[in-house]
Nanobody
Framework: VQLVESGGDLVQPGGSLRLSCAAS?????????FYWYRQAPEKRRELIAT?????????GDSVKGRFSISRENGEGKATVFLRMNSLEEEDTAVYYC?????????????WGQGTQVTVSS
């Protein structure tokens, strides 16, 4: 499984961005849960948004009401989006996409390489 994030950019405070995560390498992405994490310099990686295989969405307190996660399942691929509104300087971080699926005996997880979001005037 491969995850490739895109859409990171430099944006002014109050602006918006949409990140994308392109997943490939499995025919059953409809069974996967997807996550967006972020990591700011000298801070721990933070889980900010989850979308389950069933479509349920969860958000971290720091982004609730401003960010929205969605997904599109396709044949042999999937795309997960993170719509970010009302961006603040504190949202500056590397944003990572992650995917998890349950196997027979264990849970498998996959990560993308990250995309940089910088919020600055």
């Amino acid at each position: 499984v491969q995850l490739v994030e895109s859409g990171g950019d430099l944006v002014q405070p109050g602006g918006s961005l949409r990140l994308s995560c392109a997943a490939s390498g499995d025919n059953n992405f409809n069974l996967y849960d997807f996550y967006w994490y972020r990591q700011a310099p000298e801070k721990r990686r933070e889980l900010i948004a989850t979308i389950t295989a069933g479509g349920s969405q969860y958000y971290g307190d720091s982004v609730k009401g401003r960010f929205s996660i969605s997904r599109e399942n396709g044949e042999g691929k999937a795309t997960v989006f993170l719509r970010m509104n009302s961006l603040e300087e504190e949202d500056t971080a590397v944003y990572y996409c992650s995917a998890e699926v349950s196997g027979v005996r264990e849970r498998y997880s996959y990560w993308g390489q990250g995309t940089q979001v910088t919020v600055s005037s």
